[in-house]
């Protein structure tokens, strides 16, 4: 079954660490996205890939890094810049202007 | 990046009672989608509107792209204890920044039996 599959899906760090969070897709979508959930909140944009090799800002990349070396992964870090790292995070692919499909999420608490 | 207006915040109805929830903007949108999400999951796909005036029906689902592109609204018929969950809608400016969409804050449905 083709799918988005993001892992793990809680994560426990302690403040100061860097972590990375991985995201994988077997759907052959050219674009893939991050986007972090805050209780009571919409979905925000971190980064976006459009292509292999190639990445941009979304509306909150601050205290974030992203790599795009295969077309099916996307992996996030979230570093130890990041002020407020405690959220749901969430990955979306899309290929040829489709809406965005959603792996399940990783939890991940900093404390 | 500016959030849609999404309303209500909450929704606490009976089985079999009709759900409408809607979106709004300051800024003209090209496309509008609504997501259900289940906690701990991510967002599935309800409904895709394309047109200004497109009103689109997917089983007990219906969303409307509203005629000045600045909003939109989704009604859910006849609910079921299945329908629970958190609705959001999002919208896409333009087809230059595909993906890159704005999301309303999310209605939380809660049906009783």
């Known amino acids: 079954d083709g799918g988005i599959t993001q892992s793990p899906k809680y994560l426990f760090r302690k403040e100061g660490q860097n972590v990375t969070l991985s995201c994988e897709q077997n759907?052959?979508?050219?674009?893939m996205y991050w986007y972090r959930q805050d209780p009571g909140q919409g979905l925000r944009l971190i980064y976006y890939?459009?292509?292999?090799?190639?990445?941009q800002k979304g509306d909150i990349a601050e205290g974030y890094s992203v790599s795009r070396e295969k077309k099916e992964s996307f992996p996030l870090t979230v570093t130890s810049a990041q002020k407020n790292p405690t959220a749901f995070y969430l990955c979306?692919?899309?290929?040829?202007?489709?809406?965005?499909?959603f792996g399940n999420g990783t939890r991940l608490t900093v404390t | 990046g500016q959030q849609l207006n999404q309303s209500p915040q909450s929704m606490f109805i009976q089985e079999g009672e009709d759900v409408s929830m809607n979106c709004t903007s300051s800024?003209?949108?090209?496309?509008w989608l609504w997501y259900k999400q289940d906690p701990g999951e991510g967002p599935v796909l309800l409904i895709a509107?394309?047109?200004?005036?497109e009103l689109t029906s997917n089983g007990r689902l219906t969303a409307q792209f509203g005629i000045t592109r600045k909003d939109s609204f989704l009604n859910i018929s006849a609910s079921i204890p299945s329908d629970v969950g958190i609705y959001f809608c999002?919208?896409?400016?333009?087809?230059?920044?595909?993906?890159?969409?704005?999301f309303g804050a999310g209605t939380q449905v809660v049906v009783t039996p």
């Open positions: 979306a692919s899309s290929i040829n202007a489709s809406p965005l499909h």
């Open positions: 759907l052959n979508h050219d674009a």
């Open positions: 890939s459009q292509i292999v090799n190639d990445f």
């Open positions: 800024s003209i949108f090209n496309t």
């Open positions: 509107l394309y047109k200004a005036g």
């Open positions: 999002a919208g896409q400016r333009d087809t230059d920044s595909w993906g890159k969409l704005q």
